[in-house]
């Protein structure tokens, strides 16, 4: 099946600093890419979904200038996280959509990233 | 509003057979996942539904009535390592994802 890959998979990083996660493809195109973020024993929270080449598109609530995310190739999403505080330590999940949108294509998720903001 | 309910831990025996059920409310529907996830880890696709019907892969198997915006997963022959988290997801009329809460499954021995 498809693959898609995060990196890294844990990362610590001083409050204050940024941090980028990158989600890619292996063996697909993938003009979509979402991001999800999840807090323990709670369900994934969509934050934004990326399409290569344009602007991603933000779930309210989500800060855009703090939370960038850039789809520049087809077969690579980074997500960063800017000026990172201590409540931005969470899950971080990539997934990307195999295909054109269409009802049949299914979402394969990366690893996912954990991150601490000390 | 969109609404996916699952419940939230069920409990099952070692080599028994469980069903989690899925119910849905959402603007249009363009197919149902449920996806399995780890403590800790990312999701992982199980099993994809558009029409009506049940969909048999190995010991898993997914079924979809969408008259009654309904679906379950039923897992055979439990294993221990089956211990987690089943997450229901609808796409909707504009192809996003609504996610259920998932539902914690327990194996005992």
């Known amino acids: 099946g498809a693959v898609v890959s995060q990196h890294p998979s844990w990362v610590i990083c001083k409050s204050g600093t940024s941090v980028k996660i990158e989600c890619r493809s292996l063996?697909?195109?993938?003009?979509?890419m979402f991001w999800y973020r999840q807090f323990p024993k709670q369900s994934l929270m969509l934050m934004a979904t990326?399409?290569?080449?344009?602007?991603?598109?933000?779930e309210q609530g989500v800060e855009k200038d703090k939370f960038l995310i850039n789809h520049a190739s087809l077969t690579l999403s980074t997500l960063t996280v800017t000026s990172a505080h201590p409540e931005d330590s969470s899950f971080y999940i990539c997934s990307a959509r195999d295909g054109e949108l269409d009802s049949g294509n299914t979402i394969y998720f990366g690893e996912g990233s954990w991150l601490t903001v000390v | 509003g969109q609404n996916i309910d699952q419940p939230t831990e069920m409990t099952a025996t070692e080599g028994a057979i469980v069903q989690i059920n899925c119910t849905y409310q959402t603007s249009g529907f363009n197919g149902l996942f449920w996806y399995q996830q780890h403590a800790g880890e990312a999701p992982t696709f199980l099993s994809y539904?558009?029409l009506d019907g049940l969909e048999e892969k190995g010991r898993f198997s997914s079924f979809l009535s969408r008259s009654k915006g309904y679906s379950y997963l039923l897992l055979k022959e439990l294993q221990m390592k089956d211990s987690a988290s089943y997450l229901c997801a609808v796409k909707d009329s504009n192809y996003q994802l609504i996610w259920g809460a998932g539902t914690k499954l327990i194996i005992k021995p």
């Open positions: 990326s399409n290569e080449g344009s602007k991603a598109t933000y």
């Open positions: 063996d697909f195109q993938a003009t979509t």
């Open positions: 539904n558009v």
